[in-house]
């Protein structure tokens, strides 16, 4: 796709060893959105993968001008994967997804309709929990949603699910740390930008394995609860009544 032409949606993914779902993933991408007319973009961003998921991504990229790849010189985690991801985006709408088929593209239309209203579109799997995951990842989920949304006051109710639908300018206006992908909706509520939440489906891992356990899922991302709780209090809001000169 020429650089000047903007597609509808950039389909952001960051990728860490994910060999056997690329294909699979730009498949059922292409199958929901062509016969939509809905103009696209993939962006993939390998980050430091291992297996040979680089050089799968350089053969959908030569194959298909709307796959767009780029690489990480080692691995640098997936925050970092999705924003550099973000920044390279062209579209009018931004829309982030696991590289595993866990999202399924077929939810997008739902997507762009609440896009209609909105300009973040969370996924939630709350309807669905149970199906395509083991009980240690939905308890684990589950308390680290409960806590997160007492701490930081906040009504997200699976903030783990980062299907994510937003305006491209949004991610003008907030700056990413390490793990703050989680908390993007709360970032984003904190800029202005109205946040709603639309049910998706939740498949099994097409194949590979998470990235994540227990631990990270939980304990880790903890302290990221803390900042975030942190800039919620602080954050700047004013409104100017007048102004001369
Ligand atoms: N990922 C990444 N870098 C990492 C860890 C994960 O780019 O260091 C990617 C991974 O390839 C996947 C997404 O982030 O596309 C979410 O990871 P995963 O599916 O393992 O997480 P889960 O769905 O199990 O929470
Ligand atoms: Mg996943």
Known sequence: ???DIRPTLSLVVPVYNEEDNLRPLAKAIREALEPLGVTYELIL????????SWEIMKELAAADPRVRVQRFAYNCGETAASEAGMRAARGQYIVTL????????????KFL???????????????????????????SSRIANWVRNKLSEENISDAGCTYRAFKRECVDK???????????????????YTVTEIPVSNNPRFAGQSKYGVWNRLFKSFHDLLAVRWMKKRVLNYKIAERVN
């Open 174 to 192: 907030v700056k990413l740390y390490r793990g703050m992908h989680r908390f993007l909706p709360t970032l984003f509520k904190m800029e202005g």
């Open 98 to 109: 696991d590289a595993d088929l866990q999202n399924d593209p077929r939810d997008l239309p």
């Open 45 to 52: 961003t390998d980050d430091g993968s291992k297996d040979k």
């Open 1 to 3: 796709m020429p650089a």
């Open 113 to 139: 309709e609440a896009l209609k209203h909105y300009d973040v579109v969370c996924g939630t799997r709350v309807a669905v929990r149970g199906k395509g995951d083991n009980f240690i990842r939905v308890a």
